[in-house]
């Protein structure tokens, strides 16, 4: 077993066995509860969460050529960065579409790790579809409150697109946090 492996098992047994069977559930199911963009892209690399974006021109007209609203706003580089990736974001019971979400949000540091990386704060990561899925209510809930489910997605994001920006999966990453 991985060390990667141990430790998620440790992470799962400390949770209750309510906690687990929803866990589990969302996990059996995972393509009710999260999407993820078709491709691996950096939207734009010098943009970082603020409260208005000014979209450059040649991200608008790509937006728009697509079909894709553009958004100013503080998330809005994101959902267009996961959208343009070729990423699926379902309408929630309200109307809205399924948040799309930064799996490296700065929280759930890997043990031996002294720190995690927090998309939104960083150029190189804030618009990488890599680190974005398109969630469901329930199953954001559980990434935010389980290092367990947080870690669950950044080993998918590391099989499907070999992004490592914490370089736990792999030794040596690029400057953008793939394996090299």
């Known amino acids: 077993m991985s060390q990667f492996q141990s430790r998620l098992k440790l992470e799962f047994n400390k949770l209750t066995a309510s906690e687990k069977r ?36 040649r991200i608008k007209a790509e937006a728009r050529s697509r079909g894709i609203q553009v958004d100013s706003r503080s998330n809005g580089p994101a959902i267009m960065s996961f959208l343009l990736a070729g990423g699926e974001r379902p309408t929630r019971s309200n109307g809205q579409g399924w948040h799309i979400d930064h799996i490296y949000d700065g929280k759930f540091l890997w043990p031996t790790k002294g720190r995690s990386l927090h998309a939104v704060k960083d150029g190189k990561h804030f618009t990488q579809a890599a680190g974005l899925v398109a969630i469901h209510p329930l199953a954001e809930a559980l990434k935010d409150e389980y290092f367990y489910v947080a870690w669950r997605l950044r080993h998918e994001a590391f099989q499907r697109f070999g992004y490592d920006p914490d370089q736990v999966f792999c030794e040596r990453v690029d400057e953008h946090g793939f394996k090299r």
């Open 22 to 57: 929803i866990v589990s559930e969302v996990g059996e199911h995972k393509a009710d509860y999260i999407r993820w963009p078709a491709k691996a892209r950096l939207l734009w690399s010098e943009c970082i969460r603020i409260r208005y974006h000014r979209i450059p021109d």
